[in-house]
């Protein structure tokens, strides 16, 4: 094989390999989730008590966080040594990590750090593997065949972030180490295979490393997502930390931060972040389409898992210890919609340009958050299923078009910067995400839940004192409780209150049915909230598509090639692009 030259079995091995390494990061990202009261019980620290919640956050954010910040790097130095050779030792570190992760030997709070640690392991590998996989495959296929191949990677991405939710709740409950174990022969075979068949297509790009910006943006972005994850916690007499002195030097220092970042980036000869790329209609519509529709996305996990784990699974009769793995199950039909519509999408959009599908499945995804609003809380499944399939499909629609077009604007040289990028944005808006819908549901709770649960207590015969003091924590522990698929009243309340009560009245309060039914009320408000803005954040998602301009094409690509029915080459508009070249 030639440099530049593809053999038509090669596009496939590459479609091939770099989905089994996203799928495999991406179901790792979220298996997490619904395996954590496994996990926890495992090494013998409860995370809801007082001083374990950091470690709770912690174990799920860590993998984002590690990704979102060095995932333009790392495609910078893909362009610079090699994207194959980066992307065989992201599977190699993402394996080794595995590997830690399910040797855990200690506990207590060491092995909670020591998870974290090694979870950072696994993010860097994946990190590794996010940068690279998109390039690879665009210098591999053919530009009327890019479409359908980031259609399927990316849908492998989305979906696996929900087919890990499923591997979670059914392997957590066996041994909680398996979480980690069954990525260990998925990760040797991958990076064998990488390492024996995938070779670079695109010349490298002799660089220097650009130390000052690499430093500073990691700083940043890192010092903006702690805050956002101290912003969700209580702090003194607040239901959560977004005034806390710690929460604001974070976000306003972070924020500062990353401004210098960009002021390094416009001097600098080679930039690790190449703000000229945002002269592109089609990459800066793509990336601002793209942030906007994780964020959306991420806020959909995290409300469907509490809804049907913390209200609907225990009111309709089961275990609040099952609903993990129910929870899973139940939220095939979304997972279904991503495997349908994304690789149709591919194939279309390479014939008839990304925007009508990409601009199309925002406004359905849009649609479909008004229409979840419409439900009851204790819904009809079918409806409910009927729902998440639109939302799936909608979202399928939307992600492979958009991706193919942001990689497809891309100069050959910078298509390794240019989707660490992208990756970026959608990497970053997964814990940007986190802070807002935990923001938006506490802010619905706790205008009603304080005194309905005040006044249910009550009526069980728990003390006026013991009342109100379960009744003014912040709703934050409810919701973890939820999350986690814990009896919430049996940690709010606590086991001595439990036992001065009458059998009968704790039996109550413990069982299925009384913190479902007495959440319904404020969960339905705090609902309407978080839905509403993933509609409105799905709304400019769509604005932003619809401004991409037609299919574009990088003019490094021959005419042969770039010759697409449909077509329009467009950069920005002559202003917008005249103030971005003063400020780049």
């Keep these: 094989m030639t440099p530049k030259t593809a053999t038509g079995s090669y596009k496939w091995i590459a479609l091939s390999n770099t989905t089994l390494g996203v799928l495999m990061a991406t179901i790792n990202s979220s298996i997490l989730l619904i395996a954590l009261p496994d996990i926890f019980r495992g090494i013998h620290i409860d995370p809801l008590a007082p001083g374990n919640t950091n470690y709770l956050l912690w174990m799920i954010l860590s993998f984002l966080v590690v990704t979102a910040v060095l995932v333009v790097s790392l495609g910078r130095l893909g362009d610079v040594y090699g994207r194959v050779r980066m992307y065989n030792l992201g599977f190699a570190v993402f394996t080794l990590g595995s590997v830690l992760l399910s040797v855990t030997w200690m506990t207590g709070s060491a092995a909670a750090l020591w998870l974290i640690g090694m979870r ?292 050959a040289g910078q298509r390794g910067a240019g989707a660490g990028m992208s990756a970026t944005f959608q990497n970053s808006a997964s814990v940007l995400s986190i802070g807002i819908f935990f923001s938006l549901m506490i802010i619905g709770l706790a205008a009603h839940l304080p005194a309905a649960l005040h006044d249910g207590l009550v009526a069980h015969g728990v003390s006026q004192a013991d009342a109100t003091r379960v009744s003014h924590l912040p709703p934050v522990a409810s919701l973890f409780a939820s999350f986690l698929g814990y009896n919430p009243m049996q940690h709010l309340l606590g086991p001595h209150v439990l036992a001065a009560l009458p059998h009968d009245q704790a039996a109550a309060l413990t069982g299925r049915a009384f913190f479902p039914t007495l959440m319904s009320g404020p969960f339905a408000d705090a609902l309407h909230v978080a839905f509403t803005f993933a509609l409105v954040a799905c709304l400019v998602a769509a604005a932003a598509s619809l401004l991409r301009g037609g299919q574009y094409h990088h003019d490094d690509e021959s005419p042969g090639e770039a010759a697409l029915e449909g077509e329009a080459i467009e950069p920005l508009p002559s202003g917008i692009a005249s103030a971005l070249h003063r400020t780049a």
């Design 120 to 411: 950072v392991v696994q993010g860097i590998g994946g990190a590794m593997l996010f940068a690279n996989s998109s390039a690879i495959l665009t210098d591999a296929f053919p530009p009327d065949q890019r479409g359908l191949a980031l259609g399927i990677n990316g849908v492998a991405a989305i979906a696996g972030s929900f087919i890990g939710l499923v591997m979670g709740g059914v392997l957590a409950p066996i041994e909680w180490r398996l979480v980690f174990l069954v990525s260990v022969p998925i990760g040797l075979f991958g990076t064998v295979w990488a390492y024996r068949k995938l070779v670079d297509l695109s010349p490298r790009r002799p660089a220097r490393i650009d130390w000052w910006g690499n430093v500073s943006f990691a700083v940043g972005l890192i010092a903006v997502m702690v805050g956002i994850t101290y912003g969700i916690q209580p702090h003194g007499g607040h239901t959560m930390g977004w005034t806390s002195p710690v929460v604001l030097a974070a976000l306003i220092g972070g924020t500062a931060v990353l401004g210098v970042f960009v002021a390094i980036e416009r001097r600098v000869a080679e930039p690790m972040f190449d703000l000229s790329l945002f002269r592109i209609r089609a990459f800066t519509a793509g990336c601002v389409a793209t942030l906007l529709a994780a964020v959306g996305r991420g806020g959909l996990q995290f409300i469907l898992i509490i809804w049907l784990q913390g209200i609907w699974l225990p009111r309709h009769g089961y275990d609040f210890a099952s609903t993990p793995l129910w929870a899973g199950i139940y939220m095939v039909p979304l997972i279904a919609g991503f495997l349908i519509a994304g690789p149709v999408s591919g194939i279309l959009s390479d014939r008839y340009g990304a925007r009508p599908f990409a601009t199309g499945g925002m406004v359905a995804a849009a649609a479909s958050f008004l229409l979840l609003e419409t439900l009851p809380v204790d819904f009809a499944y079918g409806w409910f299923a009927a729902l998440l399939l639109l939302n799936g499909l909608a979202m399928g629609l939307f992600s492979s078009p958009n991706r193919a077009a942001i990689m497809n604007s891309l100069p």
